[in-house]
């Protein structure tokens, strides 16, 4: 479904949007932190302090109501040789326990430091059947830090 240039762009990027509908089509977008495995892309949902009923996120009420969701890899450069997006779009499911569950947080522990010294376990993981994908741009454009801005 990727190509090996896609993947190694989707792997190499640290951050996606992931879209979801309500019921009612209504949108709503966040920034969130993946991991693809094979050919599924899972998001954890990490320890949210100021919302101990996890189950109340808007995310998660809308993959309820509605499964279809997007995530979109993106890069931005001023150099606009260097663009590139990843569009995934598939069904979504709430895993709360089990195998795949564990292993997508083993996963996104690997890819992300920050969530080895959060307590995941016990928090939903959404996985993202990837169905279908669309692409565009310089894929294989180096990876570069942030260009200095030379406004005063």
């Not at 309500?22 to 899972?42: Q, R």
């Amino acid at each position: 479904m990727l190509s090996g240039a896609q993947r190694r762009f989707v792997e190499s990027m640290r951050v996606a949007r992931l879209a979801t509908a309500d019921a009612n089509g209504a949108p709503h977008v966040v920034p969130v932190c993946y991991a693809l495995i094979g050919d599924n892309l899972y998001v954890t949902i990490d320890e949210k302090p100021k919302r101990p009923d996890v189950r109340a996120m808007k995310r998660l009420r809308n993959i309820e109501a509605n499964p279809h969701v997007a995530v979109v890899v993106d890069r931005y450069d001023e150099d606009w040789s260097r663009l590139a997006w990843v569009m995934l779009r598939g069904r979504a499911d709430v895993l709360d326990d089990g195998d795949e569950h564990d292993r997508a947080q083993a996963g996104l522990r690997e890819r992300y430091p920050q969530y080895r010294a959060m307590r995941i376990e016990p928090l939903p993981v959404i996985a993202v059947r990837i169905a279908r994908a669309t692409a565009w741009g310089a894929f294989d454009a180096p990876v570069r830090g942030p260009v200095a801005s030379t406004s005063p």
